[in-house]
């Protein structure tokens, strides 16, 4: 970039003061300047740092065609994009500007930038035609005016065409005019009477000169042409004729009516109207002259925004030859009319938000303008008042779109905002444009169980790894938020945790068993099933599941009383001198399942004598149903089916022995009583058995123990150290004695009732002199020979 260039440039700051907008840039820069030329530093003017603009999203917002500004992000510096040509850009208007916007981010911040284009001479003046007709008869008096053919200049202000000058001579001066608008027109004036004879054509250079530095100009020849006779000219009624007409009015429409007069007779005073030779085609389009009447009509389309004047000269010319002519200005001054839609701008800042977004982000900028003047270019915006969006004015015309409300992305996940603006016009001219918004999905909806609680009914005897049952969980968000696993939650009161029972697969909720239930063991359980998102942090929810476990009849009755040995039983002795419905005995049946299944029936299957004896069909009472007579056997055996109601039932059978004594002595008795000790020998007895043998473990090692920590001890004990061994055990026999289990260790009320032993241990007077323990059993409450005696009797 040259010095030269960099020296053309000057800043000019302005601070404007508005809601949103802290301060104003303007810069001015003359047209065709090279593509880099420096404009400014944006960051210094703003008062930024360099990285800010990369970091806060440096956005510069332009409305033309071609990206004529650009600003680097890396230095700040603002600076000619594309070449301006000042003439293409803004045509004849005097003030010639760039505008645009700079929007920084976090927080949004929109500032205004005006780049002033200058003028700069770079067109000279042009005449249409390099050579020009000028018919002027010999009697015109001194002073009479000719209009001659301006220059055409593309620049404005002091670069446009400031003067005309004529080559030297001695008849003809010129006069320079300058016009409404600052146009200037040339007129040839004659200094000095003509003669055609002496000389017919006169040759001069025109040249017409801009006020730029360096002045620029352009010449055209005039060929005056000297008339003979015709000596009066024709006359407007008025030197200008001004009028206004409505933009678009329709073709064909009146305009004026020019109109002017000869005095002469004849040939001489017949007058036609026409365009001057400077008027541009333009306008030549645009109207229509009528050469005989002078009226000016429309033949195309007026536009005030293109042009809100017009101004030419019509030409009135006789007939008589030479022509003589005249000419007057027309000046049409066009009336605007609400003809222009408004111009809507949008430009997205962010076309999704997220749903949990605070009130007063920035979507969109809006930028609202009308062609139209007055009223008829007053523009408003809005939006419709049922979204959670508004618009803030921040300058005239410009808008921000900002959210103002509750967003969620579970009821409305698109917003399609309608932006809508009219003008002041009657009826107003209104557009639209659609904002289309997505709502981001958040995190904000936790699954959703379909029941608080589930109920499984689960038959016991299950397979595992059998699906069960399985639950579902909705959630209401999108995508990864909305991703369902199911797990289980173990509960540590228990000691058992539920992920022991069953399992669930995590996408799909069905829950499986890992083991098969037994009605009798478990009657139900519960477990916690938690639904987990997969969004960030995930939301959860839980559930309870109760699994009832259903009996199925898988037990068959067991026979409790009387106490039986391979489906065997012997009853108490029967007296023979019993009466009719006699209670020999009653059976005691359980059945481990429940309801139905555990509902119980008796039936007498056989008999020795099957009319002796009758069986309680639901009681199991066995009734003698006569007298017992001589005849009868001494011994009767009945075979008894007890029977659930289960759904196909099951069954026990049982084998009842009864022995007819007459006369019932002491040593029968205990000849009837010693095979029962072997032949019902039942599992309370084998339960017994491994009682005391745990026990005795423990007392052995109690001993060890007692070896250990005696060998440690001081040798030299006290030699009245006298401690005792007791060794007692308690049972439940009347007398508070133990005894061997005999055959009746059950009630008929079907409850089972356990024995229980107690060991007391002490050392012996001998311990303390010997390292071996030796133990002696006594009772507690007996003295020991009595103990002796009272062990020795129950061994019997």
């Known amino acids: 970039m040259s010095t030269p260039l960099i020296s053309q440039v000057s800043i000019i700051f302005s601070l404007c003061i508005s809601d949103l907008v802290s301060e104003k840039l303007r810069y001015s820069i003359p047209e065709e300047m090279e593509r880099g030329t420096f404009v400014g530093n944006v960051a210094d003017d703003l008062g930024l740092k360099v990285w800010e603009l990369s970091s806060r999203k440096f956005l510069l917002i332009s409305d033309y065609s071609k990206q004529f500004i650009e600003v680097n992000v890396e230095n700040g510096f603002l600076f000619v994009n594309e070449r301006i040509d000042r003439e293409q850009l803004c045509s004849k208007t005097a003030a010639c500007s760039l505008f645009f916007q700079i929007t920084l981010a976090d927080p949004l911040e929109v500032y205004p930038v005006e780049v002033e284009i200058r003028d700069i001479n770079d067109n000279s003046p042009v005449f249409s035609k390099k050579e020009f007709d000028l ?110 007409v409505l933009e678009n009015i329709a073709n064909g429409s009146l305009v004026l009516r020019v109109h002017a007069t000869d005095i002469d007779e004849g040939t001489n005073a017949e007058v036609t109207y026409s365009f001057t030779h400077h008027v541009n085609q333009n306008i030549r389009d645009l109207f229509k002259l009528d050469p005989v009447t002078g009226e000016i009509r429309v033949q195309g389309v007026i536009d005030f925004e293109e042009t809100n004047a017009y101004e030419f000269d019509i030409l009135a010319v006789n007939s008589a030859p030479p022509e003589l002519s005249a000419h007057a200005n027309v000046a049409i001054d066009v009336i605007d009319t609400n003809d222009n839609c408004p111009n809507l701008q949008v430009t997205i800042l962010s076309s999704a938000v997220q749903e949990d977004a605070a009130s007063g982000v920035s979507i969109a900028l809006i930028s609202v303008t009308d062609r139209d ?44 905002i309608s932006v809508s603006a009219w003008d002041g016009g009657f009826p107003p001219l209104s557009i639209s444009k659609s904002i289309v918004v997505s709502v981001i999905d958040v995190n904000d909806n936790a699954p959703i169980f379909t029941q608080s609680s589930y109920n499984v009914y689960l038959m016991e005897n299950n397979t595992p790894g ?91 009755p067991i026979i409790i009383s009387p106490l039986t040995w391979n489906t065997s039983a012997t009853v108490e002795i029967l007296p023979k001198a019993t009466s009719p419905g006699y209670l020999v005995t009653k059976v005691l049946a359980s059945d481990k399942d429940s309801g139905q299944n555990a509902r119980l029936s008796y039936q007498l299957l056989e008999a020795t004598d099957p009319g002796l004896f009758t069986v309680g069909h639901l009681s199991g009472e ?51 009583d010693k095979p029962r000790k072997l032949e019902y020998f039942s599992d309370i007895n084998s339960y017994l058995i491994i009682i005391l043998g745990s026990i005795s473990f423990l007392f052995l090692m109690l001993i060890v123990c007692l070896l250990i920590l005696k060998y440690r001890q001081d040798r030299n004990i006290a030699e009245d150290y006298s401690p005792t061994v007791c060794c007692y ?9 133990s005894r061997p289990t005999g055959r009746h260790p059950l009630s008929y009320s079907g409850t089972v009732q356990t024995e229980t032993y107690h060991y007391s241990v002490c050392l012996s007077p001998e311990s303390s002199k010997s390292d ?25």
Not at 218 to 242: C, K, L, S
Not at 729 to 737: A, E, F, M, P
């Open 729 to 737: 055990r308690q049972g439940n026999s009347d007398d508070g004695l």
């Open 135 to 244: 018919q002027i008869n010999e009697l015109n008096a001194l002073g009479a005016r000719f209009l001659l053919e301006s220059a055409r200049d593309l620049d404005v202000g002091t670069n446009t065409i400031n003067t005309y000058q004529i080559s030297p001579n001695e008849h003809f001066g010129i006069k320079v005019q300058t016009r409404r608008g600052g146009s200037k027109n040339a007129e040839l004036v004659l200094k000095r009477s003509l003669d055609r004879e002496q000389q017919s054509i006169f040759t001069l250079v025109l040249t017409a000169i801009d006020g730029g530095i360096p002045q620029r100009s352009g010449t055209a020849r005039i060929i005056v042409n000297v008339m003979d006779a015709n000596d009066n000219y024709p006359v407007f009624d008025h030197e200008t004729y001004r009028t206004s």
């Open 772 to 796: 071996f323990l030796f133990l002696k059993p006594c009772h507690p409450t007996l003295p020991f020979n009595e103990m002796v005696d009272h062990d020795n009797n129950a061994m019997n």
């Open 622 to 672: 066995i009734r003698t149903t006569r007298a017992f007579s001589d005849q009868d056997i001494s011994t009767e055996r009945l075979v008894l089916r007890v029977k659930d109601n289960g759904q196909p039932s099951l069954s026990t059978t049982v084998a009842i022995s009864f022995t007819l004594i007459t006369n019932v002595t002491e040593k029968s008795f205990e000849q009837i």
């Open 373 to 416: 003047s007055g009223e008829y270019g007053e523009v408003q915006c809005q939006i419709p008042d049922s979204i959670p969006f508004k618009i803030e004015k921040y300058l005239k015309g410009n808008y921000k779109l900002i959210t103002d409300g509750f967003l969620d992305h579970e009821i409305t996940p698109l917003y399609n």
């Open 466 to 556: 059998a699906s069960i049952f399985a639950v579902s969980a909705n959630d209401a968000d999108l995508n990864q938020n909305a991703e369902v696993s199911y797990s289980i939650l173990d509960d540590q009161k228990h000691e058992i945790p539920s992920s022991a029972y069953i399992t669930i697969n995590s996408k799909t909720g069905n829950i499986y068993a890992l083991r098969s239930f037994d009605y009798e063991q478990q009657k139900h359980f519960q477990v916690a099933i938690q639904a987990q998102d997969a969004g960030s942090p995930p939301l959860s929810s839980t559930t309870l599941v109760n699994v009832i476990i259903l009996d199925q009849n898988d037990n068959a």
